[in-house]
């Protein structure tokens, strides 16, 4: 019997910790879409200097956030849902 709760103890900390993995991506992701804009515009003023004037748009945080926390929603998902 201790080795049957084991392995179940087992399973469920890694469904935990994949879940956790997920929900830290969801956060990042979030955290990106409400204070990139800053960090979008000193990007671009750093490129102003260089050559070819290339210029991130200014809605760009916000779809690598949308992405980002697709990607943590997948893994928390799938994760919660991996090994029976």
């Known amino acids: 019997m201790p080795g049957a709760v084991a392995a179940v103890l087992s399973v ?14 969801i956060g990042i ?3 990106l879409m409400l204070v990139g804009g800053g960090v979008i515009s000193q990007l671009n003023r750093v ?11 200014p809605w760009w945080h916000r779809l690598i956030g949308g992405m980002i926390c697709c990607f943590g929603l997948i893994v928390a ?8």
Do not use: E, M, N, S
């Open 12 to 25: 469920w900390g890694a469904k935990a910790i994949a879940v956790g993995i997920g929900l830290g991506f």
């Open 29 to 31: 992701g979030v955290a």
């Open 47 to 57: 490129y102003a200097a260089l050559p070819g004037k290339f210029q991130y748009p």
């Open 77 to 84: 998902v799938a994760g919660g849902g991996l090994a029976r």
